[in-house]
C-alpha cells in the first residue's frame, strides 16, 4: 500500500476480549496461577476471572494486574500524538480529507 492509512474498525468489546486474552497469555507464560496473580496485585480473584473470560475489569485493576505482569508501560503509548496529528482528530476529520488525484488517463 502505498500511504495508504488502513483504518481497522473493531468493537470495544473486541479490545476487551484481545486484552483480556493476551493478559491471560502472559499470565500463564509467567507460570501465574489466576488466584496467584490475584494475591499479587491486590485485585480479587473474581474480578480476574471476569476479566479473562469477559474482557470486563475497572481500570485501575487492570493497572495493577499490568505491574505484576511487567508490562504497565505499555499504557504510557495510549493516545500518545504520533507526530502526524492523528491524535487531535477525530474519525470523521481524517475521512473527509481530500484524497491524493491519481495520474492516468480518464475514461
Do not use: H
Not at 490475584?38 to 494486574?65: P, Q
Not at 504510557?76 to 481524517?94: F, M, N, Q, T, Y
Amino acid at each position: 500500500m502505498d500511504n495508504m492509512m488502513s483504518i481497522e474498525l473493531k468493537s470495544p468489546q473486541d479490545v476487551q476480549r484481545e486484552i483480556a486474552g493476551r493478559f491471560k497469555a502472559r499470565r500463564l507464560a509467567l507460570n501465574l496461577t489466576q488466584q496467584g496473580l490475584a494475591a499479587r496485585a491486590g485485585v480479587s480473584w473474581s474480578s480476574l476471572k471476569r476479566f479473562e473470560y469477559t474482557g470486563l475489569i475497572a481500570f485501575d485493576a487492570l493497572l495493577k494486574l499490568a505491574l505484576v505482569l511487567e508490562c504497565l508501560g505499555d499504557f504510557d503509548r495510549l493516545c500518545v500524538d504520533d507526530g502526524r496529528g492523528l491524535a487531535s482528530k477525530s474519525l470523521d476529520e481524517i475521512l473527509s480529507e481530500p484524497k491524493p488525484r491519481r495520474k492516468g488517463r480518464i475514461k
